[in-house]
């Protein structure tokens, strides 16, 4: 069994008031390491054995229409051992 | 004239839309999403909620129910579509619309009165209103910001496609005030304030939501 893992991201130009709240709350517990975070999707789909060209092509046409909205969104998706 | 309101699983507002459109003079047809069936109707509104309980983001699964792709079909031959709230994010996940609603900028769920201006009273919703006009009624989203590249945005204010503008301060991070668009055509009309909310004073803030409404019987009896 094989693991497709799709991440998906706000595009960097979209703001994100999610990624800024969670940058804004570590100081307030003492986490100081932050310049700044994003937050984003992850979508991890079992399949079984290998994962083909075929089925991956699939994935990501799946990962165009209906995992990432294209207009707000970039996607990226790879196979997880 | 009749005018379907659609129904999705965790919309709210379909009931507020099918009394506003008698309110206005035409006759309510509920259509369902798991029906691939517009019931003859002139026109359409999505009424706003949480369709799908807004999974996966606002309005995406929606977009690929049943009735939708009948309601593509038919704004792309011309017919009036109005998304008010979830149903202007369903509209824009279904590419009738351009841009995308994003999370408030200040994360918290809106739920108050909100003054807008009509600026663009041309379009078969918006035809009952003055150019300029501003009205009072209640704005209640979490993710009512409107978002679109820039190109996109120097088209919809080039050719006039801004419908309405929140007056005064940004309550969610709109690109431009943007509070409601319309498509090239000028048929589909999203909105995310909601004027259905709005067609009696008991009620809510003031009366004048309803002029969406007779609005579209009037486009139709044209």
Redesign the interface.
């Known amino acids: 069994m094989a693991k497709i893992v799709v991440d998906v991201m706000?595009k960097p130009?979209?703001?994100?008031?999610?990624g800024n709240?969670v940058a804004s709350a570590l100081p307030r517990l003492g986490f100081s390491f932050a310049k700044s975070v994003r937050q984003g999707k992850r979508f991890e789909i079992e399949v079984e054995g290998e994962p083909s060209a075929a089925q991956l092509a699939e994935v990501e046409k799946a990962a165009e229409v209906?995992?990432s909205?294209p207009?707000?969104e970039n996607y990226v998706v790879r196979v997880e051992k | 004239m009749r005018v379907g309101v659609i129904t999705f699983p965790g919309t709210l507002d379909d009931r507020d839309a099918a009394r506003a459109v008698v309110a206005g003079g035409c006759e309510a047809v509920s259509l369902w999403h798991a029906d691939a069936d517009l019931k003859n109707v002139d026109a359409v509104i999505l009424p706003g909620g949480f369709s799908y309980g807004d999974y996966?983001?606002c309005g995406?699964i929606s977009r690929?129910a049943p009735v939708m792709q009948l309601v593509i079909e038919a704004a792309g031959k011309g017919m009036p579509v109005l998304g008010i709230c979830n149903g202007f994010q369903v509209l824009?996940?279904s590419h009738l619309l351009?841009?995308?609603l994003?999370?408030?900028?200040?994360?918290h769920f809106l739920c108050r009165d909100q003054e807008i201006e009509i600026t663009n009273n041309s379009t078969p919703w918006t035809s009952s209103y003055k150019a300029g006009e501003k009205i009072v009624i209640p704005l209640k989203n979490g993710e009512g910001?409107f978002?679109?590249?820039d190109k996109t945005l120097a088209e919809l204010e080039g050719e006039g496609r801004v419908i309405a503008r929140y007056v005064g301060q940004n309550p969610n991070?709109s690109r431009n005030l943007i509070a409601g668009i319309t498509n090239a055509r000028g048929n589909v009309v999203g909105l995310m304030p909601h004027p259905e909310h709005a067609i009696d004073e008991l009620t809510g803030p003031s009366a004048a939501g309803l002029g969406f409404f007779t609005s579209i019987l009037n486009a139709m009896v044209k």
């Open positions: 706000l130009e979209i703001l994100d008031p999610q709240a209906l995992l909205n207009i707000i | 996966l983001r995406a690929f824009c996940e351009p841009g995308a994003t999370r408030n900028s200040d994360l910001s978002q679109c590249d991070g």
